[in-house]
């Protein structure tokens, strides 16, 4: 996938969630204007960026509903429930080609027909609130909205062809407006033309409005045109918004630069004459600045040389004078513009007074010059009076105009100039000041050589920075210090250049003079408070942007959280170490210090698994917020009236555990709905209002994120829990009877277990619920059901904040080291063996007045029972609310482990949870508690 389409697929979801969002918001208050004009937004930018995409299907059916939220937006009409349905009908299909282009790259195959379907019905609709039967709908809506201009249509670049805009439509005008947004490339490639003698011609092409209907494509054939060198489009007339053109008509104005005959121009257009004006083009109105000003005058004494050489006719003087001052501004302002096109003059047309002037004193005094950053020439040739150049005996401007001896001499020389910088003897060195160009110039090169790291970088970057550097010296007529001089690669270089900038952060010394033409004077400059911290300087540059946020693909986080574990498992091996060095080779000190550095690397490791933690950290809402949809569409479904109230939406939690949310909440929210709450009239008997409620909350406690799900229904009836699991075999009637009303209910969590006796595509299959717990416990969460007959239902989800790094108890069974999850693990005892009892069929043990079932690991896991143990090793895990005793044969300290589930075949065991990577090499199988037990 190109980059483009990345960004395009990445856009698009965020705007179609948005979009639905605010539809929801206007089913509810259709009047709300906030909510209006952000549906609005949303597809209108969906409109644009699909059309450059080229996403015909897409455009097809978002531009018939930006047509339908427009005339909302502008008070003409309503959007009632039906315009509602088919708006969040047209966002779901536009959410799968999103999906589909983000999996395959292109739309499918059938995106077509669909769209030629959803516009039928959305025009439907449009002609419906219009008052209007539909006299023409979104199928005939081709390729012309992907290339028709938006509100301030950019300039871009099409198959060789250099585009622009119009800033406003021409009519009787000797050159057009739009030329100046060409860009400055075609510009000089165009005046080169013209200064070669070509003929030039500026074209404006106003087709008519209903062009469409009969089987015309003006853009197409005006980039048929012969020598087409420039093309640029606006709307027209000028008066349109463009919100509210329309699109089945031909409201544009088309401009173009063509090289040709008047003859292939009048062929080419022959049908069309009426719709065509051309004329010469006047090769001067190419000669405009692009960029933005400088914000600084520039050096009127650098302007007067100009001036001299150009009089005296010393063009190589003066190019050089050009080039040095090139280097030294920034490329995308104003200024630098104005120069390359007087670099260009002088190269091309040497002897015309009239636009070298005229660029000089745009220089020099542009807001006497330049009106709206651009230079009237239609005035200029009116009026302008070129001065006789000054007797010269120098020939006039030419190429080699100079022997060759002394232009080998010359070359030589400047050479030298441009590899040297100037004598430290001859000159002071070039003092910084704060904030200056030439500080600023210096900064740029360092962050110029600390971004290359390629040695075959370095090379170019360090004789590109020494190049600007001699220019800078030459500029400022200075030298620059030794060490900078002295640098030899690009390490050196860097640290020369900081040197030389930080001497300007401390105590100011005795100022020096600069050495100019002009007379010379001191100006004293204010020494420095020497109690300012020496950073003060650089930390108040508040012109220095800083980058407050920026975006990083997932995958990039998801290796750095993998690398930040494997550290964790690099630590866990020094206490393996040092555990080696004390009882194999009996270094008791070294054993020690290793303790010690493990306990700082540990230190720091804890530090960066926070750092991590933070930046894997995302809200809630990123699940959240599909529930009000979802609410929506199953309410109407159901025929229940609904209210959602979220809470916590900000609650953040890492991303894994908030991928691992999605499901569960779909099917506790699914079965509130469809099992919780109660039909209308049912509620109403109940003494309920009509609209049931459902609450979805989020918080954080401690190391863990809680969600609940409630709601106002009918609760679970422990009763009818009890016979519908005995009818389906689940249970005996001895457990019946031994169960408590707690129990009862949470057999909504077994597997096959429904209370309905027929399946819909919302329940019944017995499948929800079980899945529910099983993905929360594999997550290393727990789940808790709270529930009342009459008055609702309350299930809670805990999920750890992280999922990427986890802490086990290490135990031994039968000579293998086993992990039990940490957060299930409530305590170890060790106990004689004859404090175990046997109560019926099971093995308890009484602990601190509470009798605990007795589980044995080996029988768990099908190993042999030891023989004459007197002593029993007990691990008290909590699982889902009561405790049971593990018998173990021995526990080991908790580890930091990253766990890896269990794939192919060992997945179906059902016995353990994952396996972990030891410190020792080891590999450690971690139990799955809930299944084993």
């Given at each position: 996938?190109?980059?483009?389409?990345?960004?395009?697929?990445?856009?698009?979801?965020?705007?179609?969630?948005?979009?639905?969002?605010?539809?929801?918001?206007?089913?509810?208050?259709?009047?709300?204007?906030?909510?209006?004009?952000?549906?609005?937004?949303?597809?209108?930018?969906?409109?644009?960026?699909?059309?450059?995409?080229?996403?015909?299907?897409?455009?097809?059916?978002?531009?018939?509903?930006?047509?339908?939220?427009?005339?909302?937006?502008?008070?003409?009409?309503?959007?009632?429930?039906?315009?509602?349905?088919?708006?969040?009908?047209?966002?779901?299909?536009?959410?799968?080609?999103?999906?589909a282009l983000d999996t395959q790259g292109t739309l499918p195959g059938d995106a077509d027909q669909k769209a030629d379907q959803l516009a039928g019905e959305l025009s439907q609709v449009l002609a419906a609130h219009k008052g209007s039967p539909v006299e023409a709908t979104a199928t005939s809506q081709e390729t012309t909205e992907a290339t028709q201009p938006e509100?301030?249509?950019?300039?871009?670049?099409?198959?060789?062809?250099?585009?622009?805009?119009?800033?406003?439509?021409?009519?009787?005008?000797?050159?057009?407006?739009?030329?100046?947004?060409?860009?400055?490339?075609?510009?000089?490639?165009?005046?080169?033309?013209?200064?070669?003698?070509?003929?030039?011609?500026?074209?404006?092409?106003?087709?008519?409005?209903?062009?469409?209907?009969?089987g015309d494509d003006p853009l197409l054939n005006l980039r048929q045109a012969p020598g087409l060198l420039g093309l640029a489009l606006t709307q027209w007339p000028a008066t349109t918004e463009p919100e509210s053109a329309d699109v089945y008509q031909c409201e544009l104005q088309l401009g173009a630069l063509i090289q040709t005959s008047e003859a292939e121009v009048a062929e080419h257009f022959q049908y069309i004459p009426e719709q065509i004006d051309y004329?010469?083009?006047?090769?001067?109105?190419?000669?405009?600045?692009?960029?933005?000003?400088?914000?600084?005058?520039?050096?009127?004494?650098?302007?007067?040389?100009?001036?001299?050489?150009?009089?005296?006719?010393?063009?190589?003087?003066?190019?050089?004078?050009?080039?040095?001052q090139l280097e030294l501004l920034n490329p995308t302002s104003r200024e630098a513009s104005l120069l390359r096109w007087l670099k260009e003059i002088v190269q091309l047309t040497p002897d015309d007074a009239l636009i070298f002037e005229t660029l000089v004193e745009a220089l020099e005094n542009p807001d006497d010059l330049l009106v709206d950053n651009q230079i009237d020439w239609s005035s200029r040739l009116a009026v302008f009076t070129p001065q006789p150049l000054e007797a010269s005996t120098q020939p006039a401007f030419q190429e080699h105009s100079i022997p060759e001896q002394e232009a080998e001499s010359e070359s030589e020389t400047a050479s030298e100039v441009a590899n040297q910088p100037p004598s430290i003897e001859s000159a002071p060195v070039l003092q910084l000041t704060e904030g200056s160009l030439e500080t600023q110039l210096i900064e740029e090169q360092l962050r110029l050589l600390?971004?290359?790291?390629?040695?075959?970088?370095?090379?170019?970057?360090?004789?590109?920075?020494?190049?600007?550097?001699?220019?800078?010296?030459?500029?400022?007529?200075?030298?620059?210090?030794?060490?900078?001089?002295?640098?030899?690669?690009?390490?050196?270089?860097?640290?020369?250049?900081?040197?030389?900038?930080?001497?300007?952060?401390?105590?100011?010394?005795?100022?020096?003079?600069?050495?100019?033409?002009?007379?010379?004077?001191?100006?004293?400059?204010?020494?420095?408070?020497?109690?300012?911290?020496?950073?003060?300087?650089?930390?108040?540059?508040?012109?220095?942007?800083?980058?407050?946020?920026?975006?990083?693909?997932?995958?990039?986080?998801?290796?750095?959280?993998?690398?930040?574990?494997?550290?964790?498992?690099?630590?866990?091996?020094?206490?393996?170490?040092?555990?080696?060095?004390?009882?194999?080779?009996?270094?008791?000190?070294?054993?020690?210090?290793?303790?010690?550095?493990?306990?700082?690397?540990?230190?720091?490791?804890?530090?960066?698994?926070?750092?991590?933690?933070?930046?894997?950290?995302?809200?809630?809402?990123?699940?959240?917020?599909?529930?009000?949809?979802?609410?929506?569409?199953?309410?109407?479904?159901l025929g229940k009236p609904l209210e959602l109230e979220v809470k916590g939406e900000d609650t953040e939690a890492e991303k894994h555990v908030i991928e691992n949310l999605s499901?569960?909440?779909?099917?506790?929210?699914?079965?509130?709905?469809?099992?919780?709450?109660?039909?209308p009239e049912e509620r109403a008997a109940a003494g309920k209002p009509e609209t049931g409620k459902i609450w979805l909350s989020a918080w954080q406690e401690n190391e863990w994120v809680v969600i609940e799900v409630a709601d106002d229904g009918k609760g679970i009836d422990p009763e009818a829990m009890r016979l519908k699991a005995y009818e389906k075999g689940l249970v005996d009637e001895r457990r019946i009877k031994e169960m408590t009303d707690q129990e009862a209910q949470e057999l909504i969590f077994a597997a096959g277990f429904s209370t309905k006796d027929e399946a819909t595509d919302l329940s019944g299959r017995g499948i929800g619920m079980d899945v529910v717990r099983t993905t929360i416990e594999k997550a290393g969460g727990r789940l808790e059901l709270d529930s009342r007959l009459g008055e609702g239902?309350?299930?809670?989800?805990?999920?750890?904040?992280?999922?990427?790094?986890?802490?086990?108890?290490?135990?031994?069974?039968?000579?293998?080291?086993?992990?039990?999850?940490?957060?299930?693990?409530?305590?170890?005892?060790?106990?004689?063996?004859?404090?175990?009892?046997?109560?019926k069929d099971r093995e308890t043990v009484m602990l601190r007045e509470?009798?605990?079932?007795?589980?044995?690991?080996?029988?768990?896991?099908?190993?042999?029972?030891?023989?004459?143990?007197q002593q029993v090793a007990l691990l008290i895990v909590r699982l889902r609310g009561e405790l049971v005793a593990l018998m173990v044969d021995d526990f080991s300290e908790g580890v930091e482990v990253i766990l890896k589930p269990m794939e192919g075949a060992l997945e179906s065991l059902g016995v353990y949870q994952g396996t972990a990577l030891l410190g020792d090499g080891s590999v450690l199988l971690v139990l799955d508690l809930p299944n084993l037990l």
């Open positions: 996938m190109d980059d483009l389409l990345k960004f395009f697929v990445e856009e698009a979801n965020e705007l179609v969630q948005k979009a639905g969002q605010a539809l929801l918001v206007l089913e509810k208050n259709p009047e709300d204007p906030d909510a209006l004009t952000e549906v609005f937004r949303q597809v209108h930018t969906l409109k644009g960026s699909g059309g450059v995409l080229e996403l015909h299907a897409l455009v097809k059916v978002v531009h018939v509903a930006e047509e339908l939220l427009e005339i909302a937006k502008e008070g003409e009409t309503r959007l009632d429930a039906g315009s509602i349905d088919i708006l969040l009908e047209a966002m779901d299909q536009i959410s799968a080609w999103v999906d509100e301030e249509p950019a300039a871009a670049t099409g198959e060789g062809i250099n585009w622009g805009v119009f800033e406003d439509p021409v009519e009787d005008r000797v050159a057009p407006q739009w030329l100046v947004n060409l860009d400055e490339a075609a510009r000089l490639e165009a005046f080169r033309l013209a200064q070669a003698g070509e003929t030039l011609w500026v074209l404006t092409y106003t087709p008519d409005e209903g062009c469409f209907y009969q004329q010469p083009l006047v090769k001067e109105e190419l000669i405009q600045p692009q960029g933005e000003p400088l914000g600084m005058e520039l050096d009127s004494a650098m302007l007067e040389d100009m001036r001299h050489f150009w009089e005296n006719r010393q063009q190589d003087q003066l190019l050089e004078r050009l080039d040095i600390a971004s290359c790291q390629e040695a075959q970088l370095q090379a170019g970057a360090l004789a590109s920075v020494r190049h600007l550097l001699a220019n800078l010296a030459q500029a400022c007529q200075a030298s620059l210090p030794p060490a900078v001089v002295e640098a030899k690669d690009t390490q050196a270089m860097q640290q020369a250049l900081k040197a030389w900038v930080i001497q300007d952060e401390a105590p100011a010394a005795q100022p020096q003079e600069r050495v100019t033409d002009q007379p010379k004077t001191t100006v004293p400059t204010p020494a420095k408070s020497a109690t300012a911290p020496a950073s003060s300087a650089r930390d108040s540059k508040a012109a220095a942007p800083m980058i407050r946020s920026y975006k990083v693909d997932h995958e990039q986080v998801e290796q750095l959280g993998d690398l930040v574990g494997e550290l964790v498992v690099a630590k866990n091996t020094l206490p393996f170490l040092a555990q080696r060095a004390e009882q194999i080779y009996g270094q008791r000190r070294i054993a020690r210090e290793i303790r010690e550095q493990f306990n700082v690397i540990n230190r720091i490791t804890r530090a960066l698994q926070d750092a991590m933690m933070q930046v894997q950290m995302l809200p809630v809402s990123h699940v959240f917020q599909r529930f009000p949809r979802l609410v929506r569409d199953l309410s109407r479904k499901d569960p909440l779909i099917h506790l929210m699914r079965n509130s709905i469809d099992h919780g709450i109660e039909m239902t309350r299930t809670r989800m805990k999920l750890p904040l992280s999922m990427s790094i986890s802490q086990v108890m290490q135990i031994w069974i039968d000579g293998q080291r086993y992990g039990v999850p940490m957060d299930q693990v409530a305590e170890t005892v060790r106990l004689p063996k004859d404090r175990l009892h046997q109560f509470q009798v605990l079932p007795v589980c044995r690991s080996r029988q768990l896991l099908a190993l042999e029972e030891p023989e004459d143990q």
